[in-house]
């Protein structure tokens, strides 16, 4: 996942992803990752609850546009934090 | 975060033993322009099809680096889930490809107007590649052209 994030990095396109295990981001070192507090199989939070999956997708596609950011950058998921 | 102890003791172990590639230089492409006018792509590790396509395979030792291509007007609920991995509930997915594979989520930023446009076919991976070798070397650079060729400027990848 992260090896394509790059690779599509590298042609132009900004990209984020959805991380699931801090030690594999720190490892692998995407370009843009939202950490995200859920289990394997529910990356995306709760199924069939698209308040909570916008809420996700809201704050990955967010990190796009914080011009604060620098590689790698690897942000927590906060769903309580106040929308800005 | 996710959480090791989530896993059997196997699992855990190779994840910390793993040699995983680390991406030295880390690449970066900043926006150029307000999301709400940029092509959004979509790419998951799923492992999910469309009725009646072939699925990547179970089967190959490493795992099958390949991706099948998903409309963006796809019914989410009639993606069918092939992940080959035993060490995840599969029960999410299969209840809401949308948690793993955000068709209609994806729609929705469009009729928001949060992003610009959708590409108008995302990629669908099966995850657990344990020897990324052929994925780097034969899937991936294909990959990225697809997306390039499509005006794809964004990209959100969700693993599962």
Redesign the interface.
Known sequence: ????????????????????????AE?????RAL??????????????D?AK??AV??A??SL??D?SL???ALV?YRPDAPQE | MGDMNEFSLPIKLFLKTYRWRRIDPVPWTPLSKPLSECRLGLVSTAGLTLEGQKPCSKEIKGGDPCYREIPWDADANRLVENHRSESWDHRGVEQDPNIAFPLDRMRELLEQGRVGSLAERYMSFMGSVTAPGRLVRDIVPGAVQNFVNQGVEVALLVPV
């Not at chain 1, 950490?35 to 069939?48: A, K, M, Q, S």
């Open positions: 996942m992260s090896l394509i994030a790059a690779e599509l990095e590298r042609h132009g396109i900004s990209t984020v992803v959805v991380q699931l295990l801090r030690l594999v490892k692998v070192r995407p370009p950490l995200v507090p859920f289990r394997h199989g529910y990356p995306l939070d709760t199924p069939n698209p999956q916008m997708i809201e990955a596609l796009l546009e011009p620098e590689p790698p927590d």
